[in-house]
């Protein structure tokens, strides 16, 4: 029972990780691309 908060939070924050990590990969690809570009 002392699990269910943690459990919550987890899974209220679950949704914006997926976005975050695409966000974080389109930043990297772009940085390389202007790289690779210049």
């Given at each position: ?24 990969e389109l930043r ?11």
């Amino acid at each position: 029972m002392h699990n269910t908060g943690i459990n919550q939070a987890f899974y209220s924050l679950y949704p914006s990780l997926p976005y975050a990590i695409t966000a974080r990969e389109l930043r990297y690809t772009a940085w390389w691309a202007i790289t690779l570009l210049l």
